[in-house]
């Protein structure tokens, strides 16, 4: 077995004492010889740990298939003592659906008494998957999530081309030295296949702790952040908020209701600017069958209120013409999270909501900070995000 350790050249900028004390953070990724566990090899685990004050790249590398139990010993090994100072955070990608499933084969296949208790595991893969339209990705594969941090790799293979490059090493490697084929442009062959190997881990794994920023989208969308400004002004609902965590890069939004930015120097600032509607809008009643709709009054009344108007002016109200006319300021939204309801015409988006009822104070919109009371403004905040999922 071949261990290959080296510090990372950029430090990362996530505060990982969000997470747990850094000695006790490991980043790693497997390599294998195909997908299933059954009938495939690990052949090199990496990881990433924080060890004497720096972020340390270490490799375990089979030299061959017979140096997978060593690597699988050294990887627990390494857990193990870690594991003494307190629970161990395993942080992966895809490692949920892949690595930590194939290990598990492994350890049963060989009979070793290793196992991931005392660990938890933070599976990225996951974290991004529910962002990926909010985010702008095209698919959430690890090159693609290492672009949106601003990361250019240098290795050009993927993990199934890699496969083959490793078959390659093992044959190279395993030349007799009386072969024809035992030569200085083979020897050179093989070392250059064995720098592809670990160059395509040691970028999956190194890149892992520079992408933790990703984190930042589960802290938006669960309301990590400081409303510092709810104010109207000009036919315009102007929402401002600071970020408790930043984003990898920022976000434009802009439809005919509203404009929703993350700027790409600033990633804590958040700012909402929401299209006032000025107007009339219908507020539908849900029982329906409980009310009379007056044709001339074009709006309905309740029956016990409606037996006592003339029959020939009444009739019995539908699910459309169930409304009462109401005139304000109303901004959309795409949830209920109003007291009321309006809309245009029956079930016709966007939803409204009247501003009347949160509005703070007496004076002048432009005289104040905050127009519309925070837990309102938080509240439209988190509708605004979600429906950009």
Not at 12 to 24: C, G, H, S, V, W
Not at 255 to 266: A, F, G, K
Request: with cysteine; hydrophobic share 35%; charged share 30%.
């Amino acid at each position: 077995m071949l261990i290959n350790e080296r510090p990372l050249e950029a430090e990362p900028t996530f505060d990982f004492n969000r997470l747990a004390p850094k000695e006790r953070i490991i980043f790693f990724d497997i390599e294998t010889t195909g997908l299933s566990a059954a009938h495939s090899n690990i052949y090199l685990i990496g990881v990433v740990i924080y060890e004497e004050g720096r972020w340390l790249l270490r490799q375990f590398f089979s030299e061959g298939l017979y140096d997978e139990v060593k690597l699988l010993t050294g990887f627990f090994e390494l857990l193990n003592e870690r594991r003494k100072s307190g629970r161990i955070f395993l942080i992966s990608f895809n490692g949920d659906g892949f690595d930590i499933p194939f290990i598990q084969r492994c350890l049963t296949q060989y009979g070793l008494g290793y196992d991931f208790r005392g660990t938890f595991s933070i599976d990225l893969f996951k974290h991004i998957k529910r962002y990926k339209k909010f985010a702008g990705l095209e698919n959430c594969k690890l090159k693609t999530v290492e672009r949106l941090c601003g990361i250019c790799r240098e290795d050009k293979f993927n993990g199934g081309e890699l496969i083959y490059v490793y078959e390659e090493y093992l044959r190279l490697s395993q030349l007799d030295e009386q072969s024809c084929e035992y030569n200085d442009n083979n020897l050179n062959l093989r070392d250059a296949l064995l720098k592809s190997l670990l160059l395509h881990n040691a970028e999956d794994i190194l890149d892992m702790p520079l992408i933790v920023d990703i984190l930042g989208y589960d802290s938006l969308f669960d309301g990590g952040f400081e409303i510092t400004e709810s104010r109207t002004e000009n036919g315009v609902w102007n929402i401002s908020a600071v970020l408790d965590m930043p984003l990898p890069k920022g976000v434009y939004y802009e439809d005919e209701y509203r404009t929703v930015s993350i700027s790409e120097e600033e990633r804590l600032s958040l700012n909402i600017a929401v299209n006032i509607y000025s107007g009339e809008l219908k507020n539908f009643y849900k029982d329906y069958k409980e009310y009379y709709y007056l044709p001339e009054e074009d709006m309905a009344i309740h029956k016990s209120l409606g037996e006592f108007v003339d029959k020939k002016a009444r009739k019995q109200a539908t699910a459309k013409t169930c409304y009462q006319r109401v005139s304000g300021e109303f901004v959309p939204c795409t949830e209920e999270i109003f007291t009321d309801s309006f809309y245009r015409e029956y079930k016709q988006k966007p939803i409204y909501g009247s501003l009347n009822a949160y509005r703070i104070g007496n004076y002048e919109a432009s005289e104040k900070v905050f127009d519309i009371d925070r837990e309102m403004t938080k509240k439209y905040i988190m509708a605004v995000l979600n429906s950009l999922l």
